[in-house]
């Protein structure tokens, strides 16, 4: 084989992959972004709070596939406040400033795999915290919706879903006790601060077949997780799942 017909293959193929880029619409100099540090950070510890922190005795066991990768992915530790970061594999509740506290790991998971989500459905979340369990939602569907009523968290939370580029989640300041009319109905509600009683507004919100995870009790005494389903004809009945304790579901405006 001559060196000529060589070199030219070579440029044929050479010609041809620059083709085959330029028709798929990619550009030979696009380059994908790196994903935010975070994500690489500390897996060992995330796969270790799924596959052991999550088993004990008389635990509910997390077999669901999207809720077990889900959680193996999302930086915990990016969420909580810079004393907690050491423990943000244990499996325990952490402080986030503001009273209120970042949910035990195997709470998060229980909850999410009892509301059964599936990619393409509508959730809401009342209550987003530090923002963890919105994103540990939008792993598995991009259509995320959050309230948080505390100023400064709401603000912190949507900063660290935008850092993580969670962009396609919506959170909202306010009082999720009356739900999300604009974005209604929910295929699936989470609730993540305990209320006395399920508000009117939220089931209301959901759609016919749809469920909602809910912590029901006063503050000062354990509370009952339900699972409230609606059937088609906008009937309910709920199931209780695991005794709880969250912080309070707080009524008002926030301030603005
Ligand atoms: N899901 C959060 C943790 C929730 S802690 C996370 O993953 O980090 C409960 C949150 O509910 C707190 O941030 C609290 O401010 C918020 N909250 C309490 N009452 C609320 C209300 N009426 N509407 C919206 N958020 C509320």
């Not at 100099?29 to 060992?44: H, M, S």
């Not at 088993?55 to 999207?66: C, E, N, P, S």
Request: aromatic letters at 8%; hydrophobic letters at 40%.
């Amino acid at each position: 084989m001559s060196r000529d017909f060589r070199r030219n293959t070579f440029r044929v193929l050479f010609l041809l992959a620059a083709a085959i880029q330029i028709g798929s619409g990619s550009s030979l100099l696009a380059v994908t972004p790196p994903e935010p540090p975070a994500f690489a950070e500390r897996q060992k510890e995330r796969d270790d709070m799924v596959r052991v922190g999550f088993k004990g005795f008389g635990r509910t066991a997390i077999g669901d596939a999207a809720v077990i990768r889900s959680m193996e992915r999302v930086p915990r530790h990016f969420f909580v406040p810079e004393a907690a970061k050491l423990r943000a594999y244990q499996d325990g509740p952490l402080p986030i400033g503001y009273g209120q506290t970042i949910s035990q790991p195997y709470v998060v998971a229980l909850m999410t795999q009892a509301l059964g989500l599936k990619s393409g459905m509508k959730v809401l979340e009342i209550g987003s915290g530090s923002g963890y369990q919105a994103a540990v939602l939008a792993e598995i569907t991009p259509h995320v919706f959050t309230i948080e009523i505390i100023k400064p968290l709401y603000e912190a939370a949507k900063g660290r879903l935008k850092q993580l580029r969670y962009d396609s989640v919506k959170i909202s300041l306010g009082d999720g006790y009356y739900g999300w009319r604009e974005f209604a109905p929910f295929d699936r509600i989470i609730v993540t601060c305990a209320a006395l009683h399920i508000p009117p507004p939220l089931f209301e919100q959901l759609k016919p077949g749809g469920k909602m995870v809910i912590p029901v009790g006063g503050n000062f005494e354990t509370q009952r997780l339900l699972l409230v389903t609606k059937d088609e004809s906008g009937g309910r009945s709920s199931q209780t799942l695991e005794l709880v304790r969250f912080v309070p579901l707080i009524r008002g405006a926030p301030e603005k």
